[in-house]
């Protein structure tokens, strides 16, 4: 009778499940574009925050300053869109896994925490609405990925 292999299966590192998602050169390229301008946003945002809150921009360049990361936040979303169109079924599968969970885990968070707010709990700001579902959306992506790997 042969032996089974009872070893347990090696484990995948983050990075390696990240490239799992994409299963063709086409959209691991469109996924990398898509983290890039993700930075990128991230990036421009950081500076023109500090720009801002410094005062080291004055008069109408500030509107540029302001202008800047939104610009750069559409082009995320257009690099997003084409990584969602020219994907595979599986990949857009874990995609919409992950934003419906987002998508749900914020309202429900939201809608608990205005009721703190009215209890005289601290105010969240804009930065925490838009930072938490965007975290949560990472790491749903994460969890979806190990499900259907």
Do not use: H
């Amino acid at each position: 009778m042969p032996e089974l292999d009872t070893s347990p299966a090696p484990r995948m590192t983050v990075l390696e499940v990240l490239k799992s998602q994409c299963s063709s050169p086409q959209d691991r390229r469109n996924q990398f574009r898509f983290v890039w301008w993700t930075l990128g946003w991230a990036v421009s945002f950081v500076a023109a925050t500090f720009l801002l809150v410094e005062e080291v921009v004055t008069g109408p360049t500030r509107w540029v300053v302001v202008a800047l990361p939104a610009l750069v936040l559409v082009q995320t979303v257009r690099t997003y869109i084409r990584f969602l169109r020219e994907t595979d079924e599986l990949t857009r599968r874990i995609q919409l896994d992950a934003l419906a969970t987002a998508f749900g885990i914020t309202v429900v968070g939201l809608m608990g925490y205005s009721l703190v707010t009215v209890a005289g709990g601290p105010e969240l700001g804009v930065d925490g609405l838009i930072t938490a579902p965007m975290v949560i959306w990472a790491l749903s992506q994460f969890v979806a990925s190990l499900r259907y790997r």
